[in-house]
C-alpha cells in the first residue's frame, strides 16, 4: 500500500458543430458551446485527491469526473457528435517520484430533439502507455478501469451525464506491474444467500499485469477434487479485468458473464479453504487461502 496525490489537466481535441468556444484547455475544467440561460456551459471536471493505492490487484478512485450537461444538442437521438478529451493524470507518491499518465477519452452527445438523450463519457482500453511508476525497483503503470457499477455487477466502461443536470462520476483505476505477467486469485465469497447458500458464491481472477493474457484451459480449483472450473473459448484478461466464477448459475448480477461451476451446493468452506488457479498446462498460477487453511498455511 502506498500513498498517493492525484491531480489531472484536460485537453480536448474539437469537431463538428457544438463544440466551439472551447475553454479550460490545460486545466482541470475544460468546457464548450453556447452558454445557457444562466450562462453556463457544458464540460467537464477533474478532482483529485490523496489516497491509499493498493498493490495486489484492487482498484482505487484515481480521482472524480463531474459532468455539467447544459447544452441542448440539436438532432434526434440517433445523431451524435463526437470530441476526444485528454486527461493527464498526475501521480504524486508521498514520499517518492511523480509520474504523468496520459489517457484520451471520447464524449458522445446526442441529439435533443424528441427528448432529452443523455451525453455519454467512455474510457480508454486499460493498456498501458511508455510511462511507468517505479515501487522498490518494480515498473508500473495506471491503467483506468472504469466506473463503478451500481448494482455490483463489472466496471462500466462509460458514464451517463442526463441533460440539465450535473452529473460527478467516480474513476476508478489500478496500478499494474509492466515487468512479467501477473494474474492472482483477488477474492473468494463464501458467504452465500440463506436458503440457498450456493447462490451469492464466488471466486475472483484480476490481471493486475500489463499485458494480455489467454486463459483458455486455465483451471480454478475450489479446494477438493470435482470442484473445478475450466475456461473455454479463446477468452483473455485484459490489463486490470476481473472475472467471477459463481458457485451457482442462479441469481449472478448482471454483467458478470455467465461464468459458473455449475454446482447445486456450496463449495467454499466457511471455516476456511484454498482457491488454486492453474494454466493449461497444469501449472499453478496463483493460489487464495482464508480462514483456517490461511492459519495453516501460515505456519513454519
Request: glycine content about 12%.
Amino acid at each position: 500500500m502506498i500513498t498517493v496525490t492525484t491531480s489531472a489537466t484536460w485537453k480536448p481535441e474539437p469537431r463538428g458543430k457544438g463544440f466551439e468556444n472551447v475553454t479550460g484547455a490545460g486545466t482541470d475544467h475544460v468546457a464548450w458551446g453556447a452558454p445557457d440561460a444562466e450562462k453556463r456551459q457544458s464540460g467537464y471536471t477533474f478532482t483529485g485527491h490523496t489516497t491509499e493505492v493498493p498493490l495486489d490487484g484492487h482498484e482505487f478512485t484515481v480521482g472524480t469526473i463531474t459532468y455539467d450537461n447544459y447544452q441542448h444538442e440539436p438532432g434526434t437521438g440517433h445523431q451524435y457528435h463526437h470530441l476526444t478529451l485528454h486527461l493527464s493524470v498526475r501521480l504524486s507518491v508521498r514520499g517518492g517520484e511523480e509520474t504523468v499518465f496520459p489517457f484520451a477519452f471520447t464524449h458522445y452527445s446526442f441529439g435533443d430533439e424528441e427528448g432529452d438523450v443523455p451525453d455519454t463519457l467512455s474510457v480508454p482500453m486499460p493498456f498501458p502507455g511508455s510511462q511507468t511508476l517505479t515501487l522498490d525497483g518494480t515498473p508500473y503503470a495506471l491503467i483506468l478501469c472504469g466506473f463503478p457499477h451500481p448494482a455490483d455487477g463489472p466496471l462500466q466502461n462509460s458514464a451517463s451525464g442526463p441533460e440539465g443536470h450535473r452529473t460527478t462520476f467516480e474513476l476508478l483505476g489500478m496500478l499494474v506491474r509492466t515487468d512479467r505477467p501477473d494474474i492472482a486469485i483477488r477474492s473468494v465469497h463464501h458467504q452465500g444467500e440463506r436458503g440457498r447458500p450456493q447462490d451469492g458464491e464466488y471466486v475472483e481472477i484480476v490481471n493486475r499485469g500489463g499485458a494480455m493474457i489467454p486463459i483458455k484451459g486455465w483451471t480454478v480449483n475450489a479446494g477438493d477434487s470435482g470442484q473445478n472450473y475450466t475456461f473455454t473459448g479463446n477468452g483473455y484478461l485484459a490489463p486490470g479485468m476481473t472475472v467471477r466464477i459463481y458457485t451457482s448459475d442462479q441469481q449472478q448480477p448482471p454483467g458478470w458473464y455467465g461464468l459458473s461451476f455449475q454446482s447445486k451446493r456450496p463449495i467454499w468452506n466457511d471455516k476456511g479453504d484454498t482457491a488454486e488457479l492453474r494454466d493449461h498446462t497444469g501449472t499453478l498460477r496463483a493460489k487464495y487461502a482464508y480462514g483456517n487453511a490461511a492459519d495453516e498455511a501460515a505456519r513454519p
